[in-house]
């Protein structure tokens, strides 16, 4: 049985005086492709910010699989993230955003940073783009620059925000195949927060969906599974791609 | 059933809309005829807002569809708003007896379903106004403090561990704030000496005393002027460009994206641009003193026909090394305030191109108010000390 490499115990998360999830519970298992859903302003990107300890809880507390709780400081990260921009460091050429990691954390020579970097671009299908800036990316090699950028020091664990949003179809498809790949050849737990519905289930093996109205989790499971079986219309809404029945 | 008609609106110069009011026992039933388009919209909202002035309160209005041969989405938005003012004057309205086609988009603008109440927003008293302008000074003034705690934990940690200062954006963001400013603080700088020169010599000459002119500005340049002129220029660039540069990526979640690879903002973004400055700022205004002089030397020589030998010795007599010394050290503390202040308002952006902005601005007026007021402290403190 997979162990768990994120817990959330009844986490409350949002902003401000705003709640927008109340004392969600959920484990992340090693080796999930683990997709975080819910329609726009449930709180998805918001609580991948509290998984990864950019913000801290407003109660209760996510654990990671050594027992601490997360709250980024200073040091070597324990996984990686994509943000929904990529969040590339502009004033970086590509190469370099790719080894800020490695220079930061490791003792590696120059040069087998750079083979590090080169193997790391290669793998996302960037090879040669290492001298060009962000600026000079299209939208999805960036995302797959900060891919590469956010699994430099091996993690076992990567976040990703977003990754399809505004990409044409091939490259979605081309990320969620990468996705796939990296999750089955190299092991990798991934949590993904997305909405797009081609990728939850050409990718994902386990999902929670967020409801911004009752602030909780409203289903979880195997995407395929809800959309054919889930007794709850919002769930059945969101997996058919049905207008809401609301007013 | 008494009836009127409204005038016709036109498009191109021919009529195609038509508005018919007819006097019923339950109300007012108005019946449309034509074709109604957003080309119109200006007619028809003029039209609209005559018969809603000539409504009784609590009236009954039928919107008669049946001569309306078509209506595009900016007639009906217009429409739809009728019937929600009818509504909130207590009547009532409806759109009757409309084609399919029309009734699409009636349905469309949801102008078929209950109208909701709009809550006004209301205009904030004067009081309330100053409350909020305390409460964010209040805020700002914990932000800033906050950013000070970070940086001294920073800094400790930075001392702890050299290596983990950011070496490697040192030099550039000492080219960009200190290289790159040497002309505009030489202009500023020469014009400010010159400026000043033209203004005393007037008087100066009326005393017979036009060799004291290299005093008057030697001792105000290198005390006062010349730190704080390029300290003001170097505000506006680099202080302008280190908050824009930091809020952009705050908003762009490149700050986020350090926090999560352990790079701490404090060590990465604001160290490097601290240092920099508080080294380039005292050579600058080495160099802003020197322009400043040559300034004050060309009028000496043009306007008060001294000589560049005679202005010279007379700076010696007049300019001591402390001048000099407590203009450099002001440089150092305005460095560390433009740098300070540009950071923190720079990380502490939200939004998008507009917090950027809004932030960018703060950063410059706080920056400003800080310099004049670092110099005033430190210039009564000198005084104090006896220098």
New interface residues.
């Given amino acids: 049985m997979s162990e768990p490499v994120i817990r959330a115990l009844d986490l409350s998360i949002g902003w401000g005086s705003t709640i927008l999830q109340k004392d969600a519970n959920f484990t992340i298992d090693s080796g999930d492709i683990f997709i975080i859903l819910g329609g726009s302003g449930c709180g998805k990107s918001t609580m991948m910010r509290y998984l990864v300890g950019l913000e801290l809880p407003l109660s209760g507390k996510v654990l990671y699989a050594d027992g601490s709780e997360a709250k980024l400081g200073r040091g070597h990260p324990k996984f990686g993230v994509m943000f929904q921009s990529g969040a590339l460091l502009g004033s970086m050429t590509v190469g370099e955003n790719v080894a800020l990691p490695l220079t930061s954390w490791t003792e590696l020579p120059v040069e087998a940073i750079d083979a590090i970097v080169e193997a790391k671009l290669r793998l996302v299908g960037l090879h040669g783009t290492q001298g060009k800036m962000p600026s000079e990316l299209s939208g999805g090699m960036k995302k797959r620059a900060a891919i590469a950028r956010a699994m430099a020091l091996e993690p076992e664990l990567i976040f990703l925000d977003e990754p399809s949003a505004g990409l044409d179809p091939v490259s979605a498809a081309e990320l969620d195949d990468l996705i796939i790949s990296l999750n089955e050849q190299l092991g990798l737990t991934v949590v993904m927060v997305t909405h797009d519905l081609e990728s939850i289930f050409k990718v994902g093996k386990r999902c929670i969906m967020l409801d911004r109205a009752s602030q909780s989790i409203i289903a979880r499971g195997d995407p395929r599974e809800l959309r054919d079986h889930s007794d709850d219309p919002r769930v059945r809404s969101f997996f058919n791609r049905e207008a809401s029945t609301a007013p | 059933m008494a009836s009127h008609s409204a005038p016709l609106a036109t498009e191109s110069g021919e009529p195609s809309f038509r508005i018919e009011h007819e006097a019923e026992a339950r109300g007012t039933r108005l019946v449309l005829h034509g074709r109604f388009t957003f080309a119109q919209a200006t007619p028809l909202w003029s039209e609209l807002r005559r018969i809603l002035k000539g409504l009784k309160k609590r009236e009954r209005i039928d919107l008669d569809m049946k001569g309306a041969e078509y209506v595009d989405g900016g007639a009906m938005a217009l429409l739809a708003h009728f019937r929600a003012e009818v509504y909130r004057r207590g009547g009532r309205a409806e759109f009757v007896d409309a084609s399919a086609s029309v009734q699409e988009i009636v349905h469309l603008y949801r102008a078929d379903?209950a109208v909701g109440r709009v809550k006004k927003r209301q205009a904030q008293s004067a009081i309330e106004q100053i409350g909020q302008a305390s409460m964010s000074i209040v805020l700002e003034a914990q932000l800033m403090l906050a950013f000070l705690g970070q940086l001294v934990v920073a800094m400790g940690?930075v001392l702890r561990e050299p290596k983990?200062f950011n070496l490697r954006d040192l030099m550039p963001n000492m080219e960009r704030t200190g290289a790159d400013a040497v002309p505009i603080v030489l202009l500023i700088n020469f014009l400010v000496g010159l400026v000043m020169a033209f203004q005393a010599s007037v008087q100066l000459k009326r005393f017979g005393a036009q060799i004291l002119v290299a005093d008057l500005i030697g001792i105000s340049i290198t005390r006062e002027l010349g730190p704080l002129m390029t300290a003001i220029v170097v505000c506006g660039r680099s202080g302008a460009a280190f908050a824009a540069e930091l809020g952009?990526?705050k908003v762009?979640?490149?700050v986020?994206?350090?926090?999560?690879?352990?790079?701490?903002p404090m060590?990465y973004l604001v160290f490097p641009r601290l240092l920099a400055l508080m080294l380039v700022m005292p050579l600058l205004s080495i160099l802003a003193d020197a322009m400043g002089l040559l300034g004050g030397l060309l009028v000496a020589i043009t306007s008060l026909d001294l000589t560049s030998t005679a202005y010279f010795n007379e700076l010696e007599k007049a300019v001591s090394t402390w001048d000099v010394t407590s203009g450099l050290v002001k440089s150092v503390l305005f460095a560390a305030a433009i740098a300070l202040i540009a950071c923190q308002q720079g990380l502490a952006t939200e939004g998008g191109a507009e917090g950027v902005g809004r932030r960018t601005t703060s950063a410059v007026v706080t920056t400003l108010f800080s310099l004049i007021m670092i110099d005033a402290i430190f210039t009564v403190f000198f005084r104090a000390v006896g220098k």
Avoid: C
Avoid at chain 2, 256 to 264: E, F, K, S, V, Y
């Fill in positions: 379903q940690g983990s952009s990526m762009n979640e490149e986020d994206a350090l926090r999560t690879m352990g790079l701490g060590r």
